[in-house]
């Protein structure tokens, strides 16, 4: 999993219609959110 700062999260969801994140606990489970979206 790549750690990306507040900059970069905004560049890349500022014109893609859905971004998901995910973090990664650490016993290995994860967690998906739904952080934008975008219709016409």
Do not use: F, H
Not at 18 to 38: K, Q
């Amino acid at each position: 999993m790549k750690k990306i700062n507040l900059a970069q999260a905004s560049a890349l969801t500022s014109s893609n219609p859905v971004t998901v994140v995910c973090t990664e606990r650490p016993d290995g489970g994860a967690n998906l959110a739904a952080v934008s979206w975008w219709t016409l």
